[in-house]
Structures are given as C-alpha cells and as structure tokens.
C-alpha cells in the first residue's frame, strides 16, 4: 500500500513533479496531477506548458507558453527540489517537447542526481473532447527525444496506434479493438522503444464488451475451474502473461451470491484493462506482460482519467523506487486508485466529469502534537466540555477546602465515598491490563492499583484522625453518585476496548491534580486568606499537588496522547471519547455536589 | 469542525474557484490553492492570472497572461461549474484585474446564482522574497472595481497599510506594528470598504515579540486573575471586541506543568495575531472586531501562508454559507488550518519552505462500497489471507464430505466438537449484546443465539441418527482445537470493542456458506461422482447452502461492512480487524484438522 503518513514521522514526503497543461476546469492536467499529487501524500511542484480554458464540455482555447519560460520553469523547480519522480502530460508544441526532453537529459546527467527519478512519460495527444494536444509536427520530437528517457510510457490504445504508426509503420496494427490486439501493440511499442521503457497500454477506451472477463480465463490453463477472478503465470503467444486482479477474490462465490450476481454468468461481466509490458530480467529482451483487470464502470465521469493515472503511478514510483519494489506492484496501486476515482465520481458541470481524487481521504479531527502543542487531545478534550470541568475543578467544596472553610462533615462524607469510589478506580486499572496487550501497558496500569491502593491509607490516616475507624469506612453505605461515577467507569471497561476505559480514568486522574495546582497556587498567594500552616486539609492539598501525584498526572497526560499518535482517532472515534470524558468529569462534579448535599 | 467526508453520503463536495498565479515550486498561488481545496475535501477549479518561475529561494520570472484568456478561463469555469466560494490570489495586472471584476460583477447579477458566492481577497501585492505581484497602477483599479465585490479581504499589515495609504492618506497609519496598530488598521479599512465587505487582517508579519500574550490579557477586564489564554467580550476603544484562543484551555495548568512550562511566564510567550473586522449586526455600523491568537511559530517555512489562509477560508465559507455559520467560526478554522500548516511543514528546497497542507489528512485503507463493489470490508480480509481461506474452505474435509468418502468416524468427532464450539459462539454473541449499544444491534445477536440454539437441535439429530445420544454429547471431553477457537473468541470479545468480536465471529459464518455453496454446486455438476441423494451428508450440506444459512450469510457481510461504513477504519484498525479474521480462519482450518486426525 502506497501511504505516506506526512510529517507524521519527521521525514519529508517525495517531491513529485508534473510538467503539463492547466486545466481550468480543474479535472486534468496540472489540477488533476496536483490533487492527486496532494491525496497521495506526495509534495507537488508543476512546470506549466500550456494553459486551457476548458470545463466538463470541451477544451475552448489553448494558450501556449514560450519554451523559453517553460524552460524557466523547469529550472527553478529542478535548482532547488529534489524530485523524487516526474510525469509530462499535454506538451503542446514540438519546442516545448524538445526543451523538456533536454532538461529531463540533463538531469540525467547531472552527478547529484542519485538514483535518477522515475520518468512518467504520459503522451497527451488528443483531449477526449476531441481537441489536439499536441500539434502533428511534434510528434517525431516526442518519439526521438523524449521516450528514450521513459521509465514508463501510458498510451491509451488511439495513442498507442498514432505512435506504432510513425515507429513501425509496417507493422502498425489497423486498430487495437480486443485485449489481444493490446498485447500485440504493448509489445511492439516496447521493442521499438527500447530497453529502459516498459508501456503501460491502457484500455479504457476498448469498445464496450471490447473485453469481458471471459478473454483472459481463456488465456489461462489454471483458471479454467473454480476461480474466474483469479489467473497468473499463464504462456500467451510467446509472451510471459499474468494478470492482476481487481476483482472478487477465489473461492468466495459467497460475496456474488450476496450481491445477488449469477456466479454462472460472471465471467461474461465487461472488464476495463490494461496491459504492463515490461523487459524481461533475463537479459533476453523478451517481453513480460501483465494485465490489470477490474470490473468496466459505465460512467461519463472520466475526464482526467489518463492525468490521474500517470500523476498517481509516479507517486507510486517515488515510494517504490526508495523501497525497491517492483514495477508491477506501482501499476496495480495506480490502475486502482485510479478505478476507484471513477466509481466514486461525483457529479461536477454538465458534460464528462472529473474523478473524485479524495476518495482515499479522511480527515483528522485532531491535530498531530507539535513541540509547540504537545497534548491536542488533552485540549481537545478539556475544551470540550470547558464549562463542567471548570464546575468541577473550581467546585465550591474545592475553594472551601482551599479556604479551610469547609465543614468537617462535608469533608468526611467525600472521604468515606472516595475509599468506596478507589475500589472501583483500582479494579477497572485491573480490567485495563486485561483488555491491553504490551507489558509496558500492563506495568502502567498495574502501578496505578498500587498507587490507589497507598491513596487509601492516606484516606485511612485522614479518617483516623478525625476520629473514624476502618470499620466504619467500610461499612459505610455507598451514595448513589459514588456508584453511578464507579459503575459507568466499569461498564465503559467491560463496553469497549482499552483506548475508552483509559478515557473513563483520565477526569479523575487529570481533574485532582488540577484542583492540587490551583489550591496550592491559591494558597501561596500574598494576598492568600489562609495560610497553608494553618489549613485542617493541607495534607490533601499538599498530595495532590506534590511531585509524586504530579508525575502520574504527566504520565497520565503523555499516555492518553500516544494513544492518538499510535492510531489517530476518526471524527467518530474522537466523539466517542470525548463522549466518555464528558460523562466522567460530569460525575466527577456529581461526586462534589454530593459532599456538598451530604446525599 | 469543517469537514466533508467525500462521496460518503452521495453529494458533491462544493466546488471552489481561485484565480491566482502559478507557483512552479507548488508552495503558494494556484498550487497552495488546490492542495488546500484538496485536502478540505472541496473540488477545485483554477484561473491562471500569470505563471512564475518561482521556488522556495523566490521568483525567478514572470510570464503574464492576457486579459483576454484570463477571461476566457474564467467563462469555462463559471458558464459549467456551480462554484460555491471564490478566492483571488495575485492579479498581476490593471487588467486582469479589471477583467475578473468584470465577470465577478455578471456573476452577481446573473439570475441564477443564489446564493452570491461568497468572495475571498487576498490582496497579494508583494512575494514574501520581494518581487512585485501586482504592478503600481492596478492598485486603484483593485480598490475601485474588485474590493466592493469582497466578503472577506485578507490582507496583511504591509497590504493593509498600502491600501489604507490609497484609501484614506490622511488617516493612513505611519506603521502597524502593534495590536492596537492592528485593530485600529483594520476598522479604518473596513469602515473605508463599505458596509458588505469585512477585513481580515493578519498580524503574521508583525516584528517577533510585537505581540505578546499579555498584550491580549491587559486589553482584558475579566481575564485578568487566572485563565491567560481565554478572553472574551471586551469592550475596547469603542469596537466589540473578541478573541478566539489558540492555546491551551482555561482552568488547566497541568498542562503546563506537564510540558514544563512555567505558568506564571506563560503571559510573555510571543503570539500570532489576525484580527477580524466586522459590520455589526445591528446597523449602527460599528465594528465588530475578534482577534484570533496562536502561539507565535518560529519558522522559514511559511512560503504560501497568505495563499492558504485565504484558500481555506473560501472552503469554509463555502461550507458555512450552506450552514448558516458565523464568519468567526470559518475565520478560526482557516486560520488553525494554516497555523499547523506551519507547525507541521517538512523541508523542501533552501529557502522559505512550504507549508503542510496534507496535515489533517489520512489515508484510508479500504475503499468505500460501491454499487459494483458492494462488500470491499470482506473482499479485503478473505484476500489478506487467501491461502488459509482456502486450505479452511477447501478443506480435505470439506471434499470428502462433499463426495459422501468421509468416514463416519471423522465426521461424528467434528460434530461432538462443534456442539461444544457452538455454546462459545452463543456466549460470545451475549457477550456481543453486552458490548453493543443499539437495539438493532441487541436484535441481530440475540437471533444468531437462537440460530445456535436451532443448529445444535440439527447436531443432536444427526447424532442420535448416528446412534449418539445427548449425553454422550455433552459428555464428550473438549478437544484443544476447539478450546484454541472458542476460547480465542470469548477472549477478543473480552478484551476489545464490540467491532473486533464482530471480526472474530465472522470466519465461521462466512466460511461456513462458502463451503455449503461449493459442495452444492460440485452435487450438482454433471460430471459429479455423487449425487446428492446419495450422500449420506446430504442433510448437512443442504442446511449450510440453504436459503436461510445463506440469508444469515448476506446479513453477517452487510453487518460488517456497515462497521466500515459506519466509522472508515484507520491502517491501524483494519490490520487489527484482518489479524482476529486471520487468527480465526486458521483456527477453523484446524478445527477440520482436528477432525481428520481424530485428535
């Protein structure tokens, strides 16, 4: 899978250069280079040769560019990116195709250029409008000049059939109109290029019912049983042949009968497809080709589709490249992304309408941390329900308890549902470690019981001195609020995975050592009615806001944000935990308003 | 939030038009534009004004356009595609100028378009390197034909002060170079602009240190105790005044302290400043101003910013216009957007780099269904591992029985084993109620416990027919295999979410209407050496084809599939979901294993 998790890792995405035409319409051409360019996750940069007034209906005007500023261009863009892969499209005129292919010669040539970038070389001729791309004289220029430095070369079959007649005129085909023919012209067009180029042929505008599936399980021996969909390492005229399927995988006629498709017929399905014909690795020049097949999408948003394709197969080949990959793995994600542009094509204008270039995109509702911002999901949280948590970070039993104002029964009420309260706050840390599966996970959760299970002596040692024994503490009734706070923590553990209960434990985790900062802030101010020597609840205070707590509540703070950078949350996720936060510092409030009312 | 998730709810994304210059190094004018539309999810169509040779160290070259094919670019875009907001970026020329107000101007008045796209304009005069983009004379065209026609003008203070020297040389500010600089620029370009057009000028170039968080603070009555970043409702030399925070939420100090901050100079940090000039609402006239505040980022990388602020301000309008959304709020999402832009920009090039405009995106890795591709969820776990799969639905086992050949031994040890597996499969379908949160989801479990229910009468039956009876069923030590299985389910449904249980239980269902589909398909072949009268697991293979297994098959892959539609899995998620689906399909392969052993 070609993904590139961008700055997620420090590293920079492949630059990717697109020499072409502009389309105003915004669905070919540098637009649709650019946004399929910037879908990928690959930086774009655009030498422009040529601009169109154009839209969904027709290319209107063509203005072309001074190959001197087409040069320009280029020159800027190559002085200081470093390209990882590049693609022509529409070149125009034979002076513009003849500056590029001295450019892309002298890259070559240049020592810093280690390894060379894969070359794209897409030979726009005619717009599917009808309106020539390309103008006649510059064909000869493109053929000579520029397609000895292809790595790939994308014709469609009217191309292919242009340039086999001025290559090999003899042999040129009288039509490409069966996936027979395809293989042909692949492999002629090959041979006549020469080593370093493999053609992608592509076959998108075959007659409808040009191909159905049926063609290619005929040109398998293995395939002729049980698995239409699925053909490889089949001899065909010579030529080594396998195909790439895009279809349902073997043995799962369950996935036609669901459809409610006849498996009986399925093979007589209309494919698209498009053929690779590369250089064998043996060194004896034969051809290797291979198929791409997916099912034939009756659509008239295909406009960009040849753009999309070479802009996608580039930045295919720039990931590739740098992980040696072979060549047949770049197509098949192109062909693909491609095919999936296609199927999910919205509609835009009136006549043949782009390709959805976004279908592979979702957004993150959350920003990934930055030196600057460490903790977005701690913020986002917090700022979600900005209101409760203040309710109850800046509780009126918090302030009192500040102030040394609050009663001692008040005071005594919390404790004795606290002690209640931390038994379920150390057994959903136990649920924790069974629902996570690193040990270092374990390890955390388990020091949490531990640390719970010292935060009860402490309430232990409060109530002793306030003239309550263990006794009573345990055999205290539980307030409803304490229960409904500790139940929702245990079911929201026994509900979901560990990412939501380590949510339903971060309110309190977070929110005490909030109130300890702000009391001991409070405390140590001038202006400060009570002195801290002076207040009956400066132990509480002074654990809650000393190294030992604040440590856990760092550890806490670090733990909840990796859990966003180990996996970034959908919008759906992250309302799922925002949900379960808010809940929590809700009943976390609850828990106050109850010491207050002594229910 | 402004996202749109494309093509998921069947609309088109809205479709923004910029008309602007090109940037050949990809990092501001058209290129910054489309990859911004790109990754916002909104489709972009582009007028070119001019093309730069341009990279990161500055503009090389500069090759206008004329007017005329500005125009014509323009009539392709806006005669075909209903463009829901318009951004201009630099116009290079007094006529091209001219000529886009000209069609804007038509644009208003033409019948059809209601609502008016909302305009952005970014009054780009000079690059960030120094080179002119706009020529001295077209300033007062700009001022008097295109500004009127603005909902939003983005300049930044050297534009702000440049315009405001046009418009109003008496009151033009000497320098803006404060935040009360800011305000007051802003109200006297906005009160200058008339009444439809707010001013959103942006404070990214003030000198370092020129705004400090305590500048916002001490414009502050109620924000002066003990929340630095939030401030709200101000009254200040006269204008309503607002700010919409960029840091750190109020009331949480722990983050803070755990980035190591120190809170009581968190006052002095450097801020980036835009501020927003609005017409009240209640026609007195005054303006409404908001500051928008970030923290200050160091960084070269901030080549295209202008360019890209103003892009996604066009995206959220054109989104907030449908959505009847404040001005405010799409000014904050287009300003944050641009910030991370920033705080998350990779190198590229020597000089001034671009921004990340790909930082709120990721990938997904699972195409959506479509009407030819309805089950990809599926498609993709039985491909990721297509030969366990087979070796489970394929099984020696499976052909014997399905040829009538399969001892009777064999075949009574798989159904004790599989009366034990079927308790797990009920319990972890209670488990999956118990994890569930929707009636629907209640329903589908609680009748695949009854299916179970059901299924076991058929084990009993072909038992006792067998001469096994319920006893000797019950009695029957579990084998590992089956253990390995059941238990392995209970526990994925311990450990995750209700999604990961629905994986585990899908390799059975699924795997078992595959193999009842071939056999039936194999009996019924001409060729078969068994007819299916004949077979004594006739019964058997009848049930697991059968309309109503069948039925429960297509239920089960719709089921699965809606999760992903539901909630589009992250790459984290579904390698998660293919491993439960892989654990099991191996697990099941051994369970027929199992059988054939006796073991």
Redesign the interface.
């Known amino acids: ?1 070609y ?5 997620d890792n ?4 492949p ?1 990717v250069l697109t020499i072409a035409g ?1 389309d ?3 669905g070919a051409g540098i ?1 649709a280079d ?2 399929t360019f ?4 690959c ?6 040769t040529a ?1 169109t ?5 027709g290319v ?2 063509v ?1 072309t ?2 190959p001197q ?1 087409v040069e ?2 280029l ?3 190559l ?3 470093p390209v990882a892969a590049i693609k022509t499209g529409m070149l125009s005129t034979a002076d513009v195709v003849h500056t590029v292919a001295r450019a892309l010669l002298a890259l070559r040539s240049a020592p810093q250029q280690q390894p060379y970038p894969p070359i794209v070389i897409d030979p726009v001729c005619v717009s599917t409008s009808g309106h020539t791309l390309l103008e006649h004289d510059a064909l000869g220029v493109l053929v000579d000049e520029l397609l000895p430095l292809a790595t790939v070369l994308t014709p469609n079959i009217d191309e292919a059939a242009l340039l086999l007649h001025h290559l090999k005129p003899p042999h040129a085909p009288a039509s490409i109109s069966s996936i027979g023919d395809m293989l042909r012209a692949a492999c002629e067009l090959r041979c006549a290029l020469g080593d370093g180029t493999a053609v992608l042929l592509k076959g998108g505008h075959l007659p409808r019912g040009g191909a159905r599936l049926a063609d290619v399980v005929s040109a398998s021996a293995e395939s002729a049983g ?1 698995a239409p969909y699925w053909i490889s390492g089949v001899e065909c005229e010579g030529m080594v042949l396998s195909c790439v399927p895009g279809g ?8 036609l ?3 409610g498709a006849d ?1 009986t017929t399925a093979v007589d399905v209309p494919i698209a497809v498009d053929v690779l014909c590369e250089r064998d690795g043996g060194g004896k020049g034969k051809c290797v080709c291979t198929l791409f097949v997916r ?1 034939y ?1 009756e659509s008239k948003n295909t406009h960009g589709t040849g753009c999309t394709l070479s802009a996608a197969l580039a930045c295919a080949l720039a990931c590739a490249l740098a992980r040696g990959e072979p060549l047949v793995e770049a197509v098949k994600f192109a062909t693909m992304y491609t095919h ?1 542009g296609i ?2 094509a ?6 043949h309408g ?1 390709l ?10 959350l ?2 941390p ?1 030196p ?4 977005p999901l ?2 986002a949280l ?2 979600s329900n ?1 209101d409760v ?2 309710q109850y ?2 509780h009126d039993f918090v302030r009192q308890l500040g102030e040394g104002t609050l009663s001692r029964e008040r005071f005594l009420h919390f404790i004795k549902q606290d002690y209640h309260y931390l038994k379920y706050y150390a057994r959903a840390n136990g649920l924790l470690v ?2 996570s ?1 690193a040990y270092a996970d374990f390890a955390a959760a388990a020091e949490i019981v531990l640390a719970v299970v010292r935060e009860r002596k402490m309430h232990v040692a409060f109530s002793a001195q306030w003239g309550i024994d263990l006794a009573e503490l345990e055999s205290t009734p539980e307030s409803p609020a304490c229960t409904a706070y500790g139940a929702y923590i245990m079911d929201v553990g ?5 990412a ?1 209960l380590l949510m339903a434990l971060a309110a309190c985790l ?1 929110g005490y ?2 109130v300890g ?2 009391l001991m ?1 409070e405390a140590e101010r001038p202006q400060s009615r009570v002195r801290i020597e002076d207040n009956p609840y400066r132990k509480w205070i002074e654990d809650y806001s000393g190294e030992g707590y ?1 440590a856990a ?2 550890v806490g ?2 733990r909840i944000e990796a859990l966003a950078v ?3 949350p ?4 992250l309302e799922h935990w925002k949900t379960i936060w808010g809940r929590c510092t809700r009943l976390e409030k609850g828990f106050w308003d109850m010491a207050m009312e002594l229910s």
């Open positions: 899978m993904s590139f998790p961008v700055g420090g590293r920079s995405p630059a502009s105003s319409g915004g637009q650019l946004k910037t879908a990928l996750g930086y774009g940069a655009s030498v422009v601009l007034a154009q839209n969904t209906k209107q005007d203005h560019i001074p500023f320009e261009q020159q800027s863009v002085d200081d990116i049980t349902d995988p073997p043995d799962a006629e369950i996935l009968r669901a459809a498996p099912p999408l999936h199927a999910t919205f509609p835009i204008g009136s006549g782009p959805n270039h976004m279908h592979a995109l979702f957004s993150r509702p920003n990934r930055t600057r911002d460490p903790y701690v913020r917090i700022r900005a948590w203040k970070v800046r069974a629902k599966s026994m509900q979901g995975d560990a939501s977070l050592g909030e900062l702000w802030r604040q509540v760092k703070i670090e180990h996996d970034p959908t919008p759906k996720t």
